[in-house]
């Protein structure tokens, strides 16, 4: 039996970590193994994430007054809480690859990102957005482009007398070099 202070403790502890939070996902699991759970978890942590299970009534109390307090009608049965605190993508990229590979064993409830309420088809269309790295490269590549371009249109009248001097060279033959 799980006493009135440690109840206290850990509604503490998973509200402080709501607060941090960019997403948090509900997840129902069922017949997975200790090994696939361990691999979750540390799937999770390299994401910057973690999964919480905890009493369905000490979840509750956690999230009352917080944005997430709207994920409440998941909160029935076997529940994790899978919070992402870095790249809310990555997060949700990893709990949707688990929810189609283990198929029944584990699937989505819903989550909140950002404050947004994500039914289970909003978890997967968000977890097919590109990672912040990706969305960062192209953002590089579209703030380049007017500089190549740029050196790109300097360096061709270089370029085409060069072509003009090697074709002229061509024409001429071995001998006009001489």
């Known amino acids: 039996m799980v006493k009135k202070q440690e109840k206290v403790e850990v509604v503490a502890e998973l509200g402080d970590k709501l607060k941090r939070a960019?997403?948090?996902?509900?997840?129902?699991?069922?017949?997975?193994?200790?090994?696939?759970?361990?691999?979750?978890?540390?799937e999770?942590?390299?994401?910057?994430?973690?999964?919480?299970?905890?009493?369905?009534?000490l979840a509750r109390r956690a999230i009352a007054g917080t944005p997430y307090e709207v994920s409440e009608r998941w909160?029935?049965?076997?529940?994790?809480?899978?919070?992402?605190y870095e790249d809310a993508i990555a997060v949700t990229k990893i709990v949707a690859k688990w929810?189609?590979?283990?198929?029944?064993?584990?699937?989505?409830?819903?989550?909140?990102?950002?404050?947004?309420?994500?039914?289970?088809k909003g978890v997967v269309a968000l977890s097919k957005t590109p990672s912040k790295e990706a969305l960062r490269a192209q953002l590089l590549g579209v703030l380049q482009a007017p500089a190549q371009k740029l050196v790109r249109l300097l360096a061709e009248p270089g370029a085409?007398?060069?072509?003009?001097?090697?074709?002229?060279?061509?024409?001429?033959?071995?001998?006009?070099?001489?």
């Open 75 to 84: 909160l029935d049965g076997q529940t994790a809480l899978v919070i992402g």
């Open 99 to 120: 929810a189609e590979t283990e198929g029944e064993k584990f699937s989505i409830k819903g989550g909140v990102f950002e404050g947004e309420v994500l039914e289970p």
């Open 22 to 42: 960019q997403v948090a996902l509900l997840t129902a699991y069922r017949g997975l193994t200790v090994a696939q759970t361990n691999r979750f978890r540390s």
């Open 160 to 178: 085409q007398f060069a072509r003009l001097m090697n074709s002229r060279k061509e024409k001429l033959g071995p001998d006009a070099a001489e």
């Open 44 to 57: 999770l942590r390299g994401a910057g994430g973690e999964c919480k299970v905890t009493k369905n009534t």
